[in-house]
């Protein structure tokens, strides 16, 4: 089994960017600690592009194989109805999409209390740092 964990624009710069909002690790210690967190069986396959095409096209790679998604879209959040509906046609697919950010984006700046993804994922998970990714894995393992 794999899983999807996909990430947009910027966070290829965790670790030095902003690192009182996001913390000192990199995408490499994400990707560490969710593979050290899952089962030998599941496939952690964690990617991050600055391209929303990329991040579209990644989407429908979900859909064509039935894999599961956790995506932090990122800015792409609060305004790309294009990503969105891609979103949708994985969660509408029947395959579980789990939207999550690193930060709590409703203690930020207004403009990221809205998610134009978050009503087409099957749920939301946001603010507590890298477990929200860990959260969002254990849920898709559960469901086996
Ligand atoms: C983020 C929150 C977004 O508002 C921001 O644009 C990001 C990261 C998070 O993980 O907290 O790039 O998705």
Sequence with gaps: RTVLVLNGPN????????????????????????????????????????DEAELIHWLYEAVDTGTPVVLNPAAFTHYSYALRDAAALVTKAGIPLVEVHISNPHA?????????????????IAGFGFDSYRLAVDYIVRLG
């Design 11 to 50: 966070l290829g710069r965790l670790g030095s960017r902003e690192p009182d909002v996001y913390g000192s690790a990199n995408l490499d210690d994400l990707r560490a600690l969710l593979t050290a967190a899952t089962p030998d069986d599941v496939t952690v396959d964690l990617r991050q592009t600055d």
């Design 108 to 124: 930020r700046e207004t403009f990221r209390h809205t998610s134009v993804v978050s009503a087409v994922a099957t749920g939301v």
